[in-house]
């Protein structure tokens, strides 16, 4: 928690000397708590000084790195209960299962299909991002060998899950370098992997049946060395992970309660595939930061990571697609020309609408600060202004031998303006993106 001006000045030397430029200690204590000035200003600071306000600027949730290069993922350091009060920043992780158990064939089939798991939404590459081995051999050779067999076949991030400190120390032993996360410490072998954990600096799950045992764990887990901790509550029932997550999240951001502040874990593992998304969307929503899923069935992932998606973007500033002319199916100098707005879920909804048409096609996109029609026509964001400068820039007079333009039915009013501003025979076009198909087949012809 932020120290006030007041607690920091008990820390200063209190000698008014000067040195770091303000005429009092006190003057000093309150440019510092404002953050308008650095403690290495004062010379004279004691060590328990730094110390204390170092660890009272640390962010209150902990950030949390694992995996190797470009496929490293990084959960954790929220500041916010809600998204609407800023934005969350580290979107839940989403992994998947595999078994140390399979065959060679079985195996190879499994890892393909995770590192399948990739999608474009909205233009955004949205997809899996980690593997789980899980040691269902209880072997730890067995375990080290899919581990390395996953690290091999597969660029996502790694997750070695094992209750048994050998068997991970195996894994690690082919795998450290790609920086796994280990999963997990319990009470009776916290030691021991919080020991293999700090040994090869990976991050540790701790994991405990109840909140007020977690922070111990915690407790002991850092004591030992290793500072880098995801929490897991597995084994509780959906409604009490929930109930405790949001307890967690609240005591870590709100009382800074510093064994509780780090990303948290959870592992679906029953029910079929349909039942494991809606688990793990609810984990998605209240706060889980890893969910481990043990599907490989493709369509339940796109609601899962579209939930996740949604969740962590920012509300400040809506999804955008660049402003420019669009080319839909290699349209030509007599192909139809439709103006939309750079709101991403309005450019990708009429594009895919346009496709569908089969009618070759050009969209201008244009800037509306990523608002939608409405919404920009009724902030003077999209007019005619905006529409004719987007013919100029774009050249679009060069494109097309026709003088016609096609606007949105919801924006009908601007016809006349519009054909003012820009000389253009204005057609306005269906309220509905859904009606372009039968309008540019039928009406545009
Ligand atoms: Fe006080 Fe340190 Fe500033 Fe001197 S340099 S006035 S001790 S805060």
New binding site residues.
Partial sequence: MALTGLEIFKL??????????????LA??MQLAQKRAKLD?????SEEAKQTLAAAAAPPMQLIKFGSGDNQVQVGQETVLFRHEEKFYNPTVLAVTVSDKLDDEALKKRIESINALQFERVGIKIGVKAIAVINNSASPDTFATVAAVVKDSSNLALILCSDSPQAIAAALAKTADVKPLIASAKAQNAEEMAKIAKENNCPLVANAESVEALADLTEKIKALGTEDIVLSLDRLPLSDQLRSFTQMRVLSLKKVFRPLGYPTLSVINDGDANQQAAVATSLICKYCSIVIIDTIEQHVFLPMLTAVMNIYSDPQKPIQVEPKLYAISEPDENSPLIFTTNFSLTYYTVESDVEASRVPSYILVIDTEGTSVLTAYSGDKLNEKAVADAITKNNVESLVKHRKLIIPGYVAVMSGKLEEATGWEVMVGPRESSMLPKYLQEVWK
């Fill in positions: 200063l030397p209190k000698t008014n000397c000067k040195k770091c430029g303000m005429p009092t200690c000093f204590a200003d004062c010379p004279c600071a």
